[in-house]
Each structure stands twice: as C-alpha cells, then as structure tokens.
C-alpha cells in the first residue's frame, strides 16, 4: 500500500518566517509534487520533480522554492511566509516515466494545513 | 498548456437519483485522465480512471466517458447514497505526468 506523508498535519506561522514543509513517499515513485488547495480554486500545481535535484515549476511557483536531495523526499519551502500563502498543503507521488511512459495515479499525502499570522 | 473546467461547481442529489460531473482539457496531448474523491479533511483519492485509447469505463455504481474529439470526460454517479457526499475533481495529464485538476465539484446527496 502506498505511503504518503507529511511531516506536519497544522502549522502556525508568522510573517516573514521561513517555512519547510517536507513530504516522504515509500514507493519508489520517480515523480513528486507538490500542490495548495483553495476553496472553490481546486489543487493547483506550485512545483514537480521527475527525479532527485530536478525541479520544474508549476502553475503558481512564485514565493516557493522546492528541495529533492532524495529521491523518497520532497520538500516545500517558504522563503519568508505571507499572510496569502495560509492554505491547505497538498504533497503527491507518483510512478511513471517522463516524457513518454505511460502515466499512472497519483497518491497524494495527508495534507499539511498553513496558516501564517 | 493544459487547461482544465470542471462543471457544475456544486451538486445536490436526492439519494438514489444518478449524478454527472463533466469536464473539459485543452490538450490534445493529455492520455490519462482520472477523477478524484475528497471527503472533508480528508486526502484525495482516486476513485475511477481512464486513458486515451478507451471510450469509457465502468466500475460498479461510477462511470466515466471519454470523448477525445470534443476533449471532454464525464463522472457517472448512479444511484447515489449518502456516503458519496464529497468533493469531486477530475484532472488530465500527458505522458509527462503533469496533472492539471478541474476546481473541484462538490456533491450533496440528500436522503
């Protein structure tokens, strides 16, 4: 059974901190990302990565940035949290080959619920 | 690149009456495309998938159709029950992996 999860599942933070938010899978899997889920807005795509030390952005990288040294770990970070970045943090894996394998599910984590004062 | 609408944004049900989600890509590049349920406070979970190459896929009370021309797919929910209150997002990827999800339907069965 895949195994996706957060290391947080709520996270209070203040203006201008600095916010890691970190996602583990126990798959294998080739392919992470990561997404913010707004309501009436869906899951939006910030970041992804096909292997360790890539990245590629997503729909909204701005304010982001993305760490992968491992292939199992995948983490967000908040270079100095705004009060616009508050949002449900959703981290998901799955296998699959770039650029022309076949595409199979993803497998998303627990969600990781930010609020910045 | 890929664009994804998801109709209608809210849906009320009486139980046992069949509900339809529908979507629509922009990508003619996009092979795969799956639906997902999410109870409150919960992850999303796959509940039905399809790929390019089949018309449509059925599995127990849920169906999805796909229409490549029109570059539309459908959710089928018949004879709905209570437990089948959620939200439902479609999405569509291509061989890159890339997903872009739908904003998202919320369905109310009421009994």
């Known amino acids: 059974d895949v195994k996706v999860t957060q290391s947080s599942r709520y996270l209070v933070k203040r203006t201008g901190e600095k916010v890691f938010l970190e996602c583990v899978q126990d798959m294998d899997h080739e392919n992470m990302f990561w997404y913010r889920q707004d309501p009436g807005l869906g899951l939006r795509l910030i970041y992804f990565?096909?292997?360790?030390?890539?990245?590629e952005k997503g729909d909204i990288p701005e304010g982001y940035s993305v760490s992968r040294e491992k292939k199992e770990r995948f983490s967000l970070i908040l270079e100095s949290a705004s009060t616009n970045q508050t949002s449900m943090y959703l981290c998901a894996s799955t296998t699959g080959l770039a650029g022309g394998g076949v595409t199979d599910t993803q497998y998303f984590g627990p969600g990781t619920r930010l609020t910045v004062l | 690149g890929e664009n994804v609408e998801q109709h209608p944004s809210t849906l009320s049900v009486q139980e046992g009456d069949s509900a339809v989600i529908k979507c629509t890509y922009s990508d003619s590049a996009s092979n795969y495309f799956p639906w997902y349920k999410q109870e409150l406070g919960k992850r999303p979970q796959l509940i039905i998938d399809i790929r390019s190459n089949v018309g449509e896929k059925k599995d127990q009370r849920i169906a999805v159709t796909l229409n490549k021309t029109a570059k539309h797919f459908s959710l089928h929910i018949t004879e709905t029950q209570p437990e089948d209150s959620a939200v439902y997002f479609c999405?569509?990827?291509?061989?890159?992996?890339?997903?872009?999800f739908g904003a998202g339907t919320q369905v109310v069965v009421t009994p």
């Open positions: 999405a569509a990827t291509d061989s890159w992996g890339k997903f872009q």
């Open positions: 990565s096909y292997d360790v030390k890539m990245k």
